[in-house]
Every structure is written in C-alpha cells, then in structure tokens.
C-alpha cells in the first residue's frame, strides 16, 4: 500500500487569538527577564527563511518567540516522519510543520512545497508577514556542508531569502537581513554562510559554518565602502569606490586596514590596482542593514 504524504496545514496557531494575546504576553515576559532581544526590522510579506546555526531544540523556541512577538506566520520543515507520531504529529502541524520525506520517494515533494508557497503568497499581499523556515544543516549534529533546497525554493517561488539567526552571545533572534539570490547559488550561499561564522550558537563546536569569533569594529566609512563595493557586484577602483561611497577623501590606508581585517582583497591588472570584497566581506555587509 502507498504511503499516504502529509498535507500542509493552512490554519496554524499563528491564525488563532491564544496566539495574538496569551503567547504573545508569554514571550515578552519570557524575553524581558531572560534578556533577550529581538531583531528590530522584520521584513514584509512573505520569504523564505533561514535559523542557523542550528544545534539544538531550544533554536526553534527562540525563533517561534520572535515570530510570535512580530506577528510573523512561520512554517517550517521537519522530517516527515516526527509527523506521523500521534499526538506529537498533530501537534507539529499546527505549528506550522512542513513535512519533508528525505528518502528517494520524496522528490516531488518539492514541487509540493512551491505549490503551498505559491497559495500562501496571496495572504502576504494583504500585509501578513509569513515565513517558511528551513534548517540549511537539516540536524543539530555536526555538518561539513549546507542543504540547498532553501535556495531553490526561493529562486522557483521568486522570493527573497531572510536571513534569521538565534545568536546565543548577544542574546538576540530574529531577521537580520533580507537577501536577493542572484542566480549565482555558489556565490549566494558562500556570502550567506560568511555572515553566520559571527553568530554564536549554543553548542559552537557543532556549527557549521565554524563560528570565528564576534565581527570586527569598523567605522562609518568603512562601513560605507562595504556597502559600495558590494552594491558594485564586483572589483571596483579606488575612485569607484569612493565615487560609490561617498567618502571624501579615501586613503589607501583605510582600504589597507580593510583588507587586513580579512574583509577585502587587492588585486593588480594591467596596470590597474582593484579591489573586491572577500567571502568575510560580503557576510559582513548583510549584518550592516536589514535591507539590500
């Protein structure tokens, strides 16, 4: 006999009052005493999300609390088989479980999710924010690589890709930033994963991305010339850059200082020294504004 696949639920508890109002009060409460914070600009209508790192169950409270706390809709996926469990299963869906089948018998399901997605977006037109959530690990344990499927998700969906963390250090869940995939998926998921190697997760040693430490202090114009040279989507002059950046007067020095920060790289050709953001760079730049 076939296995009968799981179907998505529409109506999740983010659709309810005990929602809006109980657990609403629950997780300020909770937020305030604990000192955590939340990620002050959640974006609108509806992405495909990102939790990393990911290396225990008590990142998807933290995130369910931030959602909950920014009248966010989250769905997320969750092997298929937790699904099945009675009483657990039922409980997950009304959640906002997407049951993912991980065997060879589960490839349409992806065109299952884009469907649902696609039904979804409609609501997100009419100004709900609705998020679906995806673990790019796939498990808690050690991983040397990330699962692609979020990113073609969102390139088959034409969505953006939020960027969501539960950095265990500062204290602090949420979105932190809205990203465009270019097409480029290499590119797109090395910048992507450059900016989690800052975030601290519970258990660090089981991250992935490994994580390196807090994200180097750098000022205003610095700041700036990250934002220009990656608005520029390549190698940029000096001039370029600071024509771009608006900085006065830009120094080889402060551009020196970059690269040692590990945040850009110099290159000569033809005569014509260039410079180009690194991996670092482009992480760095996702976490200096919510937008692109």
């Not at 073609?152 to 969906?157: E, K, R």
């Not at 034409?158 to 480029?184: R, S």
């Not at 080889?252 to 410079?275: A, P, Q, V």
Request: charged share 20%.
């Amino acid at each position: 006999m076939a296995k009968q696949s799981l179907c998505i639920r529409e109506k999740t508890i983010f659709d309810g009052i005990f929602t809006k109002y109980f657990l609403k009060s629950l997780f300020a409460l909770w937020f305030k005493l604990a000192g955590w914070k939340v990620c002050k600009f959640p974006p609108e209508g509806a992405g495909v999300a990102i939790a990393a790192p990911h290396t225990s169950n008590w990142d998807f409270i933290y995130a369910l609390g931030a959602a909950i706390l920014q009248d966010v809709k989250i769905y997320f996926s969750i092997k298929d088989s937790l699904c099945k469990v009675p009483l657990l299963g039922r409980w997950l869906m009304w959640l906002g479980a997407i049951p993912i089948d991980r065997s060879s018998k589960g490839v349409g399901q992806v065109q299952q999710i884009k469907k649902f997605i696609e039904s979804q977006k409609k609501q997100s037109e009419n100004g709900k924010r609705i998020f679906f959530l995806f673990t790019p690990e796939g498990t808690r344990g050690l991983v040397n690589k990330w699962k692609a499927g979020f990113y073609h998700i969102a390139q088959g969906c034409e969505l953006p890709i939020f960027l969501a963390k539960v950095d265990y250090l500062n204290k602090e869940t949420g979105v932190f930033h809205t990203f465009q995939p270019t097409g480029n998926k290499k590119e797109d998921i090395s910048a992507i994963q450059a900016s989690y190697e800052s975030i601290q997760g519970k258990y660090p040693k089981l991250q992935f991305p490994h994580y390196i430490g807090r994200l180097p202090t750098i000022s205003d114009s610095e700041a700036a010339i990250i934002r220009a040279l990656y608005s520029l989507k390549g190698v940029a002059t000096k001039m370029e850059i600071g024509t771009k950046a608006k900085v006065a007067e830009l120094s080889s020095t402060m551009l020196t200082l970059l690269i040692e920060k590990g945040l850009l790289e110099k290159s000569n050709t033809n005569n014509t020294t260039t410079y180009q953001l690194t991996f670092a760079g482009k992480g760095y730049c996702l976490h200096l504004s919510p937008m692109p």
